[in-house]
């Protein structure tokens, strides 16, 4: 593709939608915070202009709703002038994020492909066992999170385990489910075609089910990877915890700190574009490897 065609149909529709969204953010952040600089004004006896209005809700310390600005002075005070290690830094609170999330993210893989295998090769697997992991999801982790962190400290478990085992919980469901389709996919006539060479299960899930899931598996570990990353934060609330992005989220919370909450907020989500994107590569040279098309 030339560059002409790309700038057209690649660069401008995502540059333009973002100087969108940078505009109604301006606007939406001079709207919520000029309520308190009125106040002030009116506590001071005082009237405000309407250009000094628009400049003091863009410098407010503690704003309903920060500028965009704001946001970007403390990633780049908070990741570049702050050494990693460092308890003020986001990338070392992002690390211990990552670490539980990998971890949480790793176990729910091999779970979540061990139950699917499981559930394609047992009936009673498949009618028993696929209810419960689909009615599973359906309680909300918030609830879930808390008993989990005291039931496992109650058992002298804590630490990264119990936020990776809240990642578990999480990130297992769309690669159960994605497996199970996967496994599933190839058509009767192969499977027929199989039964011809006399192939065992065994050879019939290494051979043939196994490389016509592998777009499914990791259609669904992106997905995995990033609510993974959400439970790892969620993790990290009931904790009290000290590091993390969760726990950079909470202080914010207790100490009306937004600016220091969007910042943690915009740090988590270009940490699971990262995730993602690490495993969309990983998809491609998979793929590349089995002699897909590119």
């Avoid at 065609?5 to 709207?31: E, H, M, N, Q, S």
């Avoid at 777009?215 to 609330?237: H, M, Q, R």
Wanted: hydrophobic share 55%; glycine share 6%.
């Amino acid at each position: 593709m030339s560059a002409a065609p790309r700038f057209r149909d690649k660069i401008l529709p995502v540059a333009t939608i973002l100087v969108v969204i940078v505009v109604l953010w301006y606007g939406a952040a001079a709207w919520l915070n000029a309520p308190f600089e009125r106040d002030t004004a009116a506590r001071a006896g005082t009237t405000i202009a309407l250009t000094d209005l628009l400049k003091n809700t863009m410098a407010q310390e503690r704003p309903v709703l920060p500028a965009p600005h704001q946001v970007f002075a403390e990633l780049w005070d908070t990741t570049v002038n702050k050494p990693i290690t460092s308890k003020r830094s986001l990338v070392y609170h992002a690390w211990v994020t990552l670490s539980a999330t990998l971890l949480g993210f790793a176990i729910g893989t091999l779970l979540g492909i061990l139950l699917a295998i499981g559930i394609v090769h047992n009936r009673a697997m498949d009618r028993s066992l696929m209810p419960w992991v689909i009615a599973s999801q359906t309680v909300p982790i918030l609830a879930v999170a808390p008993m989990i962190i005291v039931v496992l400290n109650a058992i002298g478990l804590s630490g990264l385990l119990p936020k990776a085992l809240i990642s578990t919980y999480l990130s297992f469901f769309p690669i159960v489910v994605g497996m199970v389709k996967g496994l599933r996919s190839p058509e009767q006539i192969q499977l027929d075609l199989m039964r011809t060479y006399d192939a065992s299960a065994a050879q019939v899930l290494t051979k043939l089910r196994w490389p016509a899931a592998m777009p499914y598996l990791f259609t669904s570990l992106k997905v995995a990877i990033a609510i993974s990353l959400v439970g790892a934060i969620v993790g990290e609330l009931p904790t009290g915890a000290v590091a993390g992005l969760g726990a950079r989220l909470l202080a914010g919370s207790y100490y009306g700190q937004t600016v220091q909450i969007w910042s943690a907020l915009f740090m988590a989500a270009g940490l699971a574009a990262v995730l993602v994107l690490v495993v969309g590569m990983l998809h491609a040279m998979v793929l590349k490897r089995m002699g897909a098309r590119p």
